[in-house]
């Protein structure tokens, strides 16, 4: 498993981003947006088990009642379908380590949450992203940037549409 579940998100949010971030462009770092964020992720929670690590996948946190329950905290539900994907594919990944989960996605700064279930539809979504992710960071270059409503707000702005 060398595909993170941030490289999943990518793939579906911005092929470009991607790119960067697979070779460890790392301008997250002077993004606002992204201390929000984080910030957002220290402070919620607190009393849960934080940060599992399996491979390159890391989960926010997990619940054992009533069997395994997987959570990833997220900020805004802008990029929900990016934030489902990326959790199918945690639920991937355990799956083929032999541990039946559910999921779940909490927007604690809404109060909502988000039931992530893995269908026979979100391993086919989960296996053309795979794919997806390993052509694009196969590319020697990155992909064209297309302009996209979130780019003002994206760290790697200024690499993409400066002059
Ligand atoms: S600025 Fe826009 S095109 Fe460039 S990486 Fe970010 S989202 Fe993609």
Not at 38 to 51: A, G, L, P, T, V
Not at 144 to 152: A, F, M, S
């Amino acid at each position: 498993m060398k595909i993170s579940g941030t490289q999943i998100a990518y793939c579906v949010i911005c092929p470009t981003k991607l790119w960067y971030f697979s070779r460890q462009i790392a301008m997250e770092r002077s993004s606002d947006l992204v201390a929000i964020g984080k910030f957002i992720h220290e402070n919620s929670y607190s009393r849960e088990k934080k940060e599992i690590r399996i491979g390159r996948i890391s989960i926010d946190f997990i619940k054992t009642k009533d069997g395994i329950e997987l959570h990833e905290v997220k900020k805004s539900k802008k990029m929900e379908h990016a934030h489902v994907l990326q959790t199918r594919y945690y639920l991937h990944v355990l799956k083929q380590r032999g541990i039946a989960a559910r999921a779940v996605i909490d927007y604690p700064t809404i109060r909502e949450r988000v039931s992530v279930e893995l269908d026979e539809a979100g391993e086919l979504e989960v296996a053309e992203a795979i794919r997806k992710v390993e052509l694009i960071n196969a590319l020697s270059q990155p992909p064209e940037p297309e302009r996209k409503r979130y780019c003002p707000k994206c760290s790697y702005y200024e690499l993409c549409w400066s002059e």
